[in-house]
């Protein structure tokens, strides 16, 4: 039906009173105003345009050429400066880059440059605390000093993350949280074995696997990924070197390593940690082998045998992979 049929269909309808002429000028007026606030609200809807992975991109490569050069025009300059300079130049640069990255944060939320900035605070305040530190004479013969200068700066990041809400400021809190927890373990058991340091690497790896369980559906979820590869790596590459020393470690590694598989499919779901706790199942095959059939007649049947059990786990890894984590992390 074209244009003049249906002119002439409308008229047919007016004259036998089957519409009226009020109820076609409602429709029209309807279909004005919303043609109307379509027309004002698009360009509100295309002002907020995301990010793109390309933009990301580059202002990550700046924010490292920017800190490379402030780090080298530092060092060519270092021995000419005095106390207060080398503060300022440092700790000093560092708290500006933050504190432009938190007006950016504040005045153009959508964007990521307030990011970039605060991307390159955060490897320049914790330097810079430790130069400050240093310049102002501290006394080394305990990691105290250390270990309260980076409880500061741990604090300042916590506070920045609970008031802006943004993953970067999230990284440098964990960064600083995970070396202040290595540094008050130090200072509190200077003779600390470097088994106690495997077993609080394996207490910080299993807390981050809970802390990307809970940040998945968060303002942190790109953080997720990361915490996930460092805190697996971190739990099971600890509990692996314990293995060779520990009894009890030796026989619950295993359990530890399949139960690793189990709770990437039902809990985590993600395929970082199976593909890590998978490796570490294999890693352990390989340590019992080695260490329990080197010496015997039978070390090249058990080669085989080794051989068709690392393929079965990898196939059975997997099939969990594709019929549970198609589009996990």
Known sequence: MDNNEILAELSRRLKAGEITE???????TNEAQVDA?????APAQQAVVPTSLITRLLFIIGAVFITLGVIYLAAQIWDDLNTFSRIAITLGLGLVFAAVGS???????????????????????????????????????????????????FV??????????????????????????????????????????DYLTMILGASYLIYAHVFKEDWNARLVPLLLLFGSFGFYGAAFAQIFDTVLMEMLYPLLAFGGMVASV????????????TFAVIAYIIYFTAEYFADSIGWPVALILLGFTIIGIGYFSISLNRKYLKSQT
């Open 103 to 153: 007006w950016f944060m504040l005045q153009d939320p959508e964007r990521d440059i307030g990011s970039v900035f605060h991307g390159i605070g955060g490897f320049m305040v914790p330097g810079g605390a430790l130069i400050t530190l240093d310049e102002m004479g501290a006394n080394f013969d305990t990691s105290w000093p250390i270990t309260l200068t980076i409880a500061m700066v």
């Open 156 to 197: 300042f990041y916590t506070i920045l993350t609970w008031y802006h809400r943004k993953v970067v400021l999230s990284f440098f809190a964990f960064a600083n949280g995970t070396a202040l927890a290595y540094l008050l373990l130090d200072s509190l058991v200077p003779l600390a074995y470097g088994d106690v340091y």
């Open 37 to 41: 606030d379509f027309t004002a609200e």
């Open 266 to 277: 039902m809990i985590l779901r993600s395929r970082i940690t199976l593909t890590i706790s």
């Open 22 to 28: 009020t109820e076609v000028l409602a429709l029209l």
